[in-house]
């Protein structure tokens, strides 16, 4: 984007006037997401450069693994940086100690700056200045400033070389090898019913294969939580399956009931929006804004959420690309008779359309599964129960204008995750082991990237 000389001074004036020391003003409702579900009270450091974090996401259009890869990278830079001057927290990166005095807030500020640069390859050149503005001169801010700009260096030297920049390019480049047999996944068309829809490329190359092979943060690998393999397409297993996506995931279907049809699209979450991962941490917001978490606190919460997403991308990635199993439209339009299976349900409707679009990847796991259980398991474990009670809205109404106006009720924060998983055999996109097995993975990377990565200093 390209800015006049008047806009950066009318910008750099803008920021002067806002309040400072700590003190976060009101963003722009019209572009911001956090003021939909952030009280103003609760306005701080931390969700100012999430939400910030967020609006790029959307308004660079990101896909979803990227995004996840993002929003890790960017929590955890910040994280890092404010907990050095803070030492709070164990960390196992070995950014060690930060200067005596410096202002933990601009640390982070900076440091997540410094990492969102990179990741989302934009200066933010007006975010810094309207940032660091809010922050009287002090011997305070500016050892904060010198400790945030080595933290997000080291922090991005530390991710050189992680594996992440192959993913960018669709190609398989001998990573994942593709299956011989029935099961292996072809793309997909826009073959969907739900309108007013999104548009997409027909018959797209599989979304980057390379994901899976990207170093996580919180697990040991990217296979760590690899599972068992998918069902035999000759097996009454299948025969299940098939049947059950075929009747309920259809969009002519006689038994998906009106709550979810709208199940369906609420969780869509595709690209013009905060996606997935933005959609929990955009729940994870609204859940512990009144937990009376500390700044620190705060800053280790979100990271954790963030990376995690980013872990629960990595794993359903790999996943996926292991197994490279076919997606129901295909199965169910054209592959049927290839599967050799007994059952007279398991038969080819040509016609037969998904009820939204079907991603350009293979099935198994769900992605939407892995990182709902991800960050409810997470955001769960930071609250100190799953049994919270909520309501929301979506985030983005772009896509889905049926959303307007449109709130949803949980009981828990693993009902909203259960939720979102079933969305994706209610549209018609996922077999149902897709979304058992995602769910259990990304119980189990939230759990242990809650025990392990971030401790408590003894």
Not at 30 to 37: C, H, K, T
Not at 278 to 293: D, P
């Amino acid at each position: 984007m390209k800015y006049s000389r008047r806009q950066f001074l009318a910008t750099a004036t803008a920021a002067t006037a806002l309040p400072s020391a700590g003190c976060v003003g009101p963003r722009d409702d019209r572009s911001s997401y956090l003021n939909q579900v952030l009280e103003p009270r609760n306005r701080n450091t931390v969700f100012h450069w999430i939400d910030t974090a967020l609006q790029q996401v959307r308004d660079q259009r990101l896909l979803t693994p990227r995004t996840a890869y993002n929003l890790g990278l960017t929590t955890a830079a910040g994280f890092l940086a404010a907990n050095g001057i803070v030492r709070a927290y164990d960390e196992p990166y070995g950014i060690g100690p930060g200067p005596r005095g410096a202002d933990p807030e601009v640390a982070y500020g900076v440091a997540f700056a410094i990492a969102a640069a990179e990741a989302f390859q934009q200066p933010f050149l007006f975010e810094r200045i309207a940032f660091l503005n809010r922050f009287p001169g002090s011997e305070a801010k500016t050892l904060g400033v010198e400790w945030g700009r080595t933290v997000g260096r080291r922090v991005l030297e530390m991710r050189t070389g992680d594996g992440s920049e192959p993913s960018k390019v669709n190609y398989y480049l001998d990573r994942y090898p593709r299956r011989t047999d029935s099961l292996r996944w072809r793309p997909t068309g826009p073959f969907y019913g739900t309108s007013p829809g999104p548009a997409f490329a027909s018959f797209d190359r599989g979304l980057f294969p390379g994901h899976g092979h990207i170093e996580p943060w919180t697990m040991t690998r990217g296979s760590q939580f690899r599972v068992p393999a998918f069902c035999d397409p000759a097996s009454p297993e299948f025969a299940e399956e098939f049947d059950t996506i075929r009747r309920l995931g259809g969009m002519d279907s006689t038994i998906r009931t009106e709550d979810q049809s709208e199940i369906a699209i609420f969780w869509e979450d595709g690209p013009w929006g905060v996606t997935v991962p933005g959609h929990f941490i955009y729940i994870a917001t609204q859940v512990l804004q009144n937990r009376g978490l500390s700044f620190i606190e705060l800053a280790r919460a979100f990271a954790l959420v963030g990376m995690t997403q980013c872990d629960a991308s990595i794993c359903a990635w790999d996943n996926k690309y292991h197994h490279d199993i076919v997606r129901p439209e295909s199965a169910i339009r054209v592959r049927a008779t290839a599967f050799s299976n007994p059952d007279p349900r398991v038969k080819a409707r040509p016609g037969w359309r998904s009820y939204i679009p079907t991603p350009e990847f293979p099935a198994y796991t769900s992605g939407h599964s892995t990182f709902g259980a991800a960050a409810a398991e997470m955001i769960a474990l930071l609250y100190g129960r799953d049994d919270v009670a909520f309501s929301g809205r979506s985030p983005d109404l772009v896509l889905w204008p049926q959303l307007r106006g449109v709130t949803r009720h949980w009981t828990s924060l693993s009902h909203a995750a259960e939720e979102n998983g079933m969305s994706r055999l209610y549209g018609g996109v996922h077999w149902a082991m897709d979304n058992e097995e995602g769910l259990r993975c990304g119980r189990k990377i939230a759990r242990q990237a809650f025990r392990t990565t971030f401790p408590a200093r003894a």
